[in-house]
T-cell receptor
Framework: QQQVKQSPQSLIVQKGGISIINCAYE??????FPWYQQFPGKGPALLIA?????SEKKEGRFTISFNKSAKQFSLHIMDSQPGDSATYFC?????????????FGQGTTLQVKP | KAGVTQTPRYLIKTRGQQVTLSCSPI?????VSWYQQTPGQGLQFLFE???????NKGNFPGRFSGRQFSNSRSEMNVSTLELGDSALYLC?????????????FGDGTRLSIL
């Protein structure tokens, strides 16, 4: 019940296209859902996050869509660029529990071809 | 504002030894969480400290321990190292006030066990 399932494992997109990564969870107590981007040799960097009282959140080219009833959320990268090539992780936590425990998905390696 | 700093960046140890990793959080952040990242298991939560107290612990053996100092800096210790402990160890800091405070990661310590 603590798992977060992420798909696909890898993704190849043409420059200018839309990259879509999906995550699903079981624990309905999760109330905070961040996405991280990680480049080789670097730590994960927070991209965007959402709480379940919102169905969509957009920051620049990055959008999170959240479906509370389906217990799913997804990251959309519009106008994908070669510089977006990285590994993306979704995560979930019980933010209201006042602890820092993030449960991560297994990651998606995105390659954007020029 | 300086980010999360982890030292050292790389470590090579042999089985049976012990190791201490250090993490300096972003100024003003009181929560420090530690994660282990491996290709097979992904990102897994080790433990979280807030105001020098461990608030949450993941499913790791007692060989993994940590502490936090009054200036919020944290150390993680692994005793009796095993080959399977080879991983990237990441720390993340946040304000720690609950309600899903964003966690910001350092670039990690790459630990290799020979």
């Amino acid at each position: 019940q603590q798992q977060v399932k992420q798909s696909p494992q890898s993704l190849i997109v043409q420059k200018g296209g839309i990259s879509i990564i999906n995550c699903a969870y079981e624990n309905t107590a999760f109330d905070y859902f961040p996405w991280y981007q990680q480049f080789p040799g670097k730590g994960p960097a927070l991209l965007i996050a959402i709480r379940p009282d919102v169905s969509e959140k957009k920051e620049g080219r990055f959008t999170i869509s959240f479906n509370k009833s389906a217990k799913q959320f997804s990251l959309h990268i519009m106008d994908s660029q070669p510089g977006d090539s990285a590994t993306y992780f979704c995560a979930a936590s019980i933010g209201s529990s006042n602890t820092g425990k993030l449960i991560f998905g297994q990651g998606t390696t995105l390659q954007v071809k020029p | 504002k300086a980010g999360v700093t982890q030292t050292p960046r790389y470590l090579i140890k042999t089985r049976g030894q012990q190791v201490t990793l250090s993490c300096s959080p972003i100024s003003g952040h009181r929560s420090v969480s530690w994660y282990q990242q491996t290709p097979g298991q992904g990102l897994q939560f080790l433990f979280e400290y807030f105001s020098e107290t461990q608030r949450n612990k993941g499913n790791f053996p007692g060989r993994f321990s940590g502490r936090q100092f009054s200036n919020s800096r944290s150390e993680m210790n692994v005793s009796t190292l095993e080959l399977g402990d080879s991983a990237l160890y990441l720390c993340a800091s946040s304000l720690g006030g609950g309600l899903g405070q964003p966690q910001h990661f350092g670039d990690g310590t790459r630990l290799s066990i020979l």
